[in-house]
């Protein structure tokens, strides 16, 4: 059972534009030649911040008029907000705030040994790194520039330093990285 953060981002950072736009990230590649299939089947619980969730609900789970697709995941999904939103019928969803160290307890338990998936932003897994609560780091680096954007990861890390344990190239548009946290010595 791990922690992973799996997530893409363009060559300079960025995990979306300002408005949180994904269209740049799709024409990269076909996501079936990536890892995210084999990935996606050894997970058991997901965490989302409120920006993660919303572009779900504007892009995935339309509204009646149209439909769109529905929730894609069975899992159980922690998401992370201060505010109100509204909720998937069906969807095994829990709002949370706040400290992510006794969250991340509780989805450890639902994912009942299968890998817990730190969907993003890059704000909220920071927060989980400041925690030590971070084992990998799976990052499909895109080949575009976006200038500026919500960042992959608005923290310094340094120390240790990730540990790198592949790389892999995906199509013309994506190298993966796959990185190890190391935890600190104490």
């Known amino acids: 059972m791990a922690t992973v953060y799996y997530t893409a981002c363009s060559l300079d950072g960025f995990l ?4 949180h736009g994904l269209e740049w990230l799709f024409p990269l590649a076909d996501i079936g030649d990536t890892s995210f299939p084999g990935f996606f089947a050894s997970v058991g619980a997901l965490a989302m911040g409120a920006s993660t969730y919303e572009w779900m609900l504007r892009h995935v789970v339309r509204t009646p008029d149209d439909p769109g697709t529905s929730w894609p995941y069975a899992q159980p999904v922690w998401v992370f907000s201060h505010r109100s ?8 969803l829990r709002f949370v705030q706040g400290d992510v160290r006794p969250v991340h307890a509780a989805m450890t338990a639902a994912a009942a040994g299968k890998t817990v998936w730190l969907v993003g932003g890059g704000e909220l897994v920071g927060q ?3 925690a030590g609560l971070v084992d990998e780091l799976k990052v499909q680096v895109g080949s575009v520039t976006l200038g500026r954007g919500q960042p992959l ?3 310094r890390f340094t120390s ?3 540990r790198l344990l592949s790389v892999q190239q995906v199509g ?3 190298a993966e990285l796959h990185y190890a946290v190391p935890r600190p010595a104490v």
């Open 172 to 174: 013309s548009g994506f």
């Open 85 to 92: 939103l509204p909720v998937i019928a069906g969807a095994d």
């Open 160 to 162: 240790p330093p990730l």
């Open 16 to 19: 979306a534009t300002e408005d």
């Open 128 to 130: 989980f790194l400041d």
């Open 153 to 155: 990861l608005p923290r």
